[in-house]
T-cell receptor, first 113, second 112 residues
Framework: DTEVTQTPKHLVMGMTNKKSLKCEQHMGHRAMYWYKQKAKKPPELMFVYSYEKLSINESVPSRFSPECPNSSLLNLHLHALQPEDSALYLC????????????FGPGTRLTVT | KNQVEQSPQSLIILEGKNCTLQCNYTVSPFSNLRWYKQDTGRGPVSLTIMTFSENTKSNGRYTATLDADTKQSSLHITASQLSDSASYICVVTYNQGGKLIFGQGTELSVKP
């Protein structure tokens, strides 16, 4: 199984809502990532988890809160988002952090109204 | 500065034709270079991966080349199909920490 799954596929939320994005992999990978991608732009790294511990936070605003409850799951909790946070949010995983190949999920299309 | 530049920005070709996409990078130290295909609204899917010692790598109708001396790579698509319409992204892995440096992508449109 070389699949990274993400739910939901689409999410529309108001600026006062609290919602969560979920990512799952069953490849035994120990590194997981969140990326944000705006239209016609490359993905931008947000967070990296290695062995369920946050290892990289690319100066992401606190309204985005990541969580790695176990080695297969990665969540992104959203609160008080702004319209400019609307984007495609991609999850990825790799065997370990570093130069190992990253496998991407299909993404969650987020719209903030 | 570690950068990846791709050309052209967009390309329109007729079904059945071949095309070549270009990627120049300044990333150093360099671990590997990947070409990804990304359909609109979907996650990137890896097509090829090459280390600095590899010159060419094929995956079906996709053939990637790498010249580590000139820091250039190309992706050649043979006998294009309508389903090849997508964004093709060149990604270089920075050898220190493994951070991915993404190019801006080439938007390919294959017309019937």
């Amino acid at each position: 199984d070389t699949e990274v799954t993400q739910t939901p596929k689409h999410l529309v939320m108001g600026m006062t809502n609290k919602k969560s994005l979920k990512c799952e992999q069953h490849m035994g990978h120990r590194a997981m990532y969140w990326y944000k991608q705006k239209a016609k732009k490359p993905p931008e790294l947000m967070f990296v988890y290695s062995y369920e511990k946050l290892s990289i936070n690319e100066s992401v605003p606190s309204r985005f809160s990541p969580e790695c409850p176990n080695s297969s799951l990665l969540n992104l909790h959203l609160h008080a988002l702004q319209p400019e946070d609307s984007a495609l949010y991609l999850c990825a995983s790799s065997q370990y952090s570093g130069t190992y190949e990253q496998y991407f999920g299909p993404g969650t299309r987020l719209t903030v109204t | 500065k570690n950068q990846v530049e791709q050309s052209p920005q967009s390309l329109i070709i007729l079904e059945g034709k071949n095309c070549t996409l270009q990627c120049n990078y300044t990333v150093s130290p360099f671990s590997n270079l990947r070409w990804y295909k990304q359909d609109t609204g979907r996650g990137p899917v890896s097509l090829t991966i090459m280390t600095f010692s590899e010159n060419t790598k094929s995956n079906g109708r996709y053939t990637a080349t790498l010249d580590a001396d000139t820091k250039q790579s190309s992706l050649h698509i043979t006998a294009s199909q309508l389903s090849d319409s997508a964004s093709y992204i060149c990604v270089v892995t920075y050898n220190q920490g493994g951070k991915l440096i993404f190019g801006q992508g080439t938007e390919l449109s294959v017309k019937p």
